[in-house]
Nanobody, 120 residues
């Protein structure tokens, strides 16, 4: 069993930045950040493999979001810059053994989410 705890969400003005964190209770392999806005399906935003050699970015966040990880403290980070109102959502981290599984939306463990709200 792996417990994932997200933090770092909040209310920010458009154009602002946040740094989300996802702390894992055990060593984890590939990690991803998903988001879900009201009335919309959950979507994958970014993902990273264990060594950080391979990443995935959804087109709308390329150049604005950066995923990174520190395996020594079992934490994955998501730096979000140039935020837009349409980025508002609950952001969830999730893990799976393979990056490809995360890209396909198949994850073994999920966090409870952290709310990001971007005001105009």
């Amino acid at each position: 069993q792996v417990h994932l705890v997200e933090s770092g969400g909040g209310l920010v003005q458009a154009g602002g930045s946040l740094r989300l964190s996802c702390a894992a209770s055990n060593s984890v392999y590939a990690m991803g950040w998903f988001r879900q806005a009201p009335g919309r399906e959950r979507e994958l935003v970014v993902a990273i493999d264990y060594n950080g050699d391979h990443t995935y970015y959804e087109d709308s966040v390329k150049g604005r979001y950066t995923i990174s990880r520190n395996n020594a403290v079992r934490t994955v980070y998501l730096q979000v810059n140039s935020l837009k109102p349409e980025d508002s959502a609950v952001y969830y981290c999730a893990t799976s053994f393979r990056l490809a599984s995360i890209v396909n939306g198949v994850c073994d463990y999920w966090g409870q989410g952290t709310q990001v709200t971007v005001s105009t």
